[in-house]
Nanobody
Framework: QVQLVESGGGSVQAGGSLRLSCAVSGYTVSSYYMGWFRQAPGKEREGVAVIYIGGGTTYYADSVKGRFTISQDNAKNTLYLQMNSLKPEDTAMYYC??????????????????WGQGTQVTVSS
């Protein structure tokens, strides 16, 4: 059974850092398009960062470019999102997701098949 479990969220002050992790079971992350998405209350879910099969291509939302870094550790079968210089507008529930088919560039949310339960990130002023 394919499972994705996020961790690493929490509450931090603006300017702080967090690293989110997505532990994967049931498949290998190197064989899937992997991404991070977020959703704030009252807003639609949006793509944050995606790493494409092969690892050579990544996508970042304009709002996080230069601050967030997506990576994966194939040996640990884990996806990461390093978040630096956090801002209050980064506050959201963050979700890990996976897809076996092409997700597009920019990626399309509805092309991702598997989703984690989410981890909350709260950034205070």
């Amino acid at each position: 059974q394919v499972q994705l479990v996020e961790s690493g969220g929490g509450s931090v002050q603006a300017g702080g850092s967090l690293r989110l992790s997505c532990a994967v079971s049931g498949y290998t992350v190197s064989s899937y398009y992997m991404g991070w998405f977020r959703q704030a209350p009252g807003k639609e879910r949006e793509g944050v960062a995606v790493i494409y099969i092969g690892g050579g291509t990544t996508y970042y939302a304009d709002s996080v470019k230069g601050r967030f870094t997506i990576s994966q550790d194939n040996a640990k079968n884990t996806l990461y999102l390093q978040m630096n210089s956090l801002k209050p507008e980064d506050t959201a529930m963050y979700y890990c997701a996976a897809a076996v088919q092409w997700v597009g560039y920019p990626p399309h949310l509805d092309n991702f098949e598997y989703w984690g339960q989410g981890t909350q990130v709260t950034v205070s002023s």
